[in-house]
């Protein structure tokens, strides 16, 4: 009898250990999934926002387009406020800060794309602009 209690209460416990071991797991794989979806939407995001901030560049110096410039502007301002929204999901779902911080510095420079004085800041600036969204990529697959 007291054998057969012995091993029930064994078994409960390995039971239990079991499944606290599974949900963990479960936990943490659903939290990398999430993870994962947020930072490659916002890369994606920040790409689209890139574009559209060098399309403005381009048509203000002469550049054409089949769209206006007030509809590329639009346009830019509409993939800006996706970014922030994708900035701020980066941030509830990063539990260090160097993921956001790498998101923020990528949109500064991108948002700075417009403002550049010639060809060659603007050059200079789509090259940084990439830089800092592929460092943004980086640090959100080490933060996985």
């Not at 012995?6 to 659903?30: C, I, K, M, P, Y």
């Not at 060098?54 to 830019?76: K, Q, T, V």
């Not at 999901?89 to 794309?113: C, F, H, N, P």
Request: with cysteine.
């Amino acid at each position: 009898m007291v054998g057969t209690l012995l091993g029930v209460g064994v078994s409960q416990l390995l039971q239990q250990r079991s499944v606290a071991r599974s949900e963990r797991f479960t936990r943490t794989e659903q939290v990398r999934q999430e993870r994962l979806q947020v930072y490659s939407s916002f890369a994606g995001s920040l790409m689209m926002y890139r574009r559209a901030q060098m399309e403005r560049w381009l048509i203000c110096n002469g550049g054409e387009f089949e769209e206006s410039d007030a509809a590329l502007r639009a346009r830019a301002f509409d993939l800006r406020m996706e970014v922030y929204e994708g900035l701020f999901r980066v941030r509830l779902v990063t539990t260090g800060s160097a993921a956001a911080d790498a998101a923020q510095e990528a949109m500064e420079v991108i948002s700075r794309i417009p403002k550049a004085a010639d060809e060659d800041a603007y050059v200079a600036l789509a090259r940084e602009a990439k830089q800092k969204v592929t460092a943004f990529v980086t640090v959100a697959k080490d933060h996985m």
